[in-house]
Every structure is written in structure tokens, then in C-alpha cells.
């Protein structure tokens, strides 16, 4: 599989891979924490939000806007406001002559 077994980003085979380091991010209001891998504070805010909406219920992409506080491996902490938005997404096939599509002039 060409993603890492550790952190979970694409791996280039043949190629050396070094995971980014573990922050621990603490979110009081839902009463949840979780370790993610990350490049820094705000990256492991970021992926905490994601994986924290991927569960269907989208509760930060509905408008909710949870602090949390990243800690990385030294103890240094911040402190993030969260926030997510959706992207729509259209699509567009060609119909070609004949295929039933209404002509417009």
C-alpha cells in the first residue's frame, strides 16, 4: 500500500519516508482527545477537525467552532478555535447531438 502503516501520508516508493511528529489534541467542549501526526500545532488542529467530522455528523462544517489545545512531544501548547466549511463540487458531461438533450438557442 503507498500510505505510511505510522501517520497515514503517501509514501513514494523506493524513496525514504519520515513521518512528522506526534501532538495530542484536547478538546474539552466534546470531551475528546486523540494523538495525530502532524507538521506543527495548527496542522494537528487542522487533522484533529478532520477526523473529528468524519463520523457523518459535521458538526464543525455546520457551524460549531470548538477550541482545542495541541500539545507537542516537548509539552509546548496552543490553542486553537476550529472551524470547517463545505466545498461544493459540480460536475459537468457532455451530451452529444442526439442523445436527448433539449436544444437552446
Partial sequence: MPFCDTCGRYRIQGHEHDCP????VSC???DTSRTVR???HEDAAKRWADIF??????IIVGGEEPVVVVTDGTGEQKTFRVSGRSVP??????IKEGEG???VD
Avoid: K
Fill in 101 to 103: 438533450q433539449q436544444h
Fill in 28 to 30: 474539552p467542549e466534546f
Fill in 89 to 94: 463540487v459540480y460536475d459537468a458531461v457532455e
Fill in 53 to 58: 467530522d468524519w463520523d457523518g455528523d459535521y
Fill in 38 to 40: 502532524a507538521d506543527d
Fill in 21 to 24: 511528529p506526534s501532538f495530542t
